[in-house]
């Protein structure tokens, strides 16, 4: 069973920075890809930022220069830097993962609150 816990979430002022974490219990190699997703208070859940397993990245026009996504694949880790952080920043943010063996396949993490203030 694949679990995925995040970490790194917190208050941060406009203009500062994050770095999420989001830890699988297997290797993030296996998966088709991983992702970051964010709700903010009364909005959809909307993709943030993708990784496949062959490297490809990308992102949401909204955080395009200021957020990245990356891995350690040895530490079953994705990570998302957050960079000139804004309050329409402000959301939970959810670790993402899609499996082989179906479109419909794929694993959330807890979800971990990110506060940007004015």
């Known amino acids: 069973q694949v679990r995925l816990v995040e970490s790194g979430g917190g208050l941060v002022q406009a203009g500062g920075s994050l770095r999420l974490s989001c830890v699988a219990s297997?290797?993030?190699?296996?998966?088709?890809?991983m992702g970051w997703y964010r709700q903010a208070p009364g909005k959809q859940r909307e993709l943030v930022a993708a990784?496949?397993?062959?490297?490809?990245?990308n992102y949401a026009d909204a955080v395009k220069g200021r957020f990245t996504i990356s891995r350690d694949n040895a530490k079953n880790t994705v990570y998302l830097q957050m960079n000139s952080l804004k309050p329409e920043d402000t959301a939970v943010y959810y670790c993402?993962?899609?499996?082989?063996?179906?479109?419909?396949?794929?694993?959330w993490g807890q979800g971990t609150l990110v506060t940007v203030s004015s």
């Open positions: 993402n993962a899609k499996l082989w063996g179906g479109p419909d396949l794929e694993v």
């Open positions: 297997v290797s993030i190699l296996s998966m088709k890809a």
């Open positions: 990784i496949t397993s062959g490297g490809s990245t």
